[in-house]
């Protein structure tokens, strides 16, 4: 089965500096793999998705991932970051449309 | 309409009590997912419907019983269940038929088993 490792449990940073939440995962097949971010009290909202075709992939609010098969990473990048974006984020892997599994998360603190 | 919606937001239950967690959604999506999120954890997917029909169940325990009367409609079913069920239930749709499909969150329900 498929499965993903977040690496770092909580990421503090400072407004306006360059973060990278680190994600890496196993699988024996190709999979799918996406990038989520959870504000407090809500719900998931997609950030950005790895289907196929290009590596780097570019997501809203300004972030990207790069997915690396060797290293087997996928991990998501914002060259500034914002008071806002202090949320949890998480990696996720699906091998089919329905069956998606959940890195531990990363809590993003951005100090000012 | 790109909107998942969950209600109630909150619900406080004994554990003898019955009630229901129910989500809908209006953008033509034809598989719907109940997830279960303790705080600080991610979330573990517990149910799956596709076409209306039951695809997926985690070894959920059946204290929670999923539902879903229509295409646009999923409820679950709440009956007996123990403190350590507390946690935010969330609720999420997509399209199906391809070879991905993006899955759309609700904003959950924070549920509290007294």
């Known amino acids: 089965a498929q499965s993903v490792t977040q690496l770092d449990s909580q990421v503090p940073v400072f407004e306006e500096a360059p973060v990278e939440l680190r994600c890496n995962y196993s699988?024996?097949?190709?999979?799918?793999l996406f990038w989520y971010v959870q504000y407090p009290n809500q719900g998931l909202q997609l950030l950005l998705k790895?289907?196929?075709?290009?590596?780097l992939v570019k997501g809203i609010n300004g972030f990207e991932a790069e997915f690396n098969k060797s290293q087997t990473s996928f991990h998501l990048r914002k060259p500034s970051v914002h008071i806002s974006d202090t949320a949890e984020y998480f990696c996720?892997?699906?091998?089919?449309?329905?069956?998606?599994?959940f890195g531990a998360g990363t809590r993003l603190t951005v100090k000012p | 309409d790109t909107e998942v919606t969950q209600t109630p937001k909150h619900l406080v239950m004994g554990m003898t009590n019955k009630k229901s967690l129910k989500c809908e959604q209006h953008?033509?999506?034809?598989?719907m997912y109940w997830y279960k999120q303790k705080a600080k954890k991610p979330p573990e997917l517990m149910f799956v419907y596709s076409y209306e029909k039951l695809s997926i169940n985690e070894s959920v325990p059946s204290r929670f019983s999923p539902e879903c009367p229509n295409s646009s409609l999923l409820n679950l079913h709440l009956h007996a269940l123990q403190p350590e069920d507390s946690a935010l239930y969330l609720c999420?749709?997509?399209?199906?038929?391809?070879?991905?499909?993006?899955?759309?969150f609700g904003p959950g329900t924070r549920l509290t088993v007294l």
């Open positions: 699988s024996s097949v190709s999979v799918y």
């Open positions: 999420a749709s997509s399209q199906q038929g391809f070879d991905y499909n993006e899955q759309f």
């Open positions: 790895y289907l196929s075709g290009s590596t």
């Open positions: 996720a892997v699906s091998r089919n449309n329905n069956d998606m599994r």
């Open positions: 953008m033509g999506h034809r598989a």
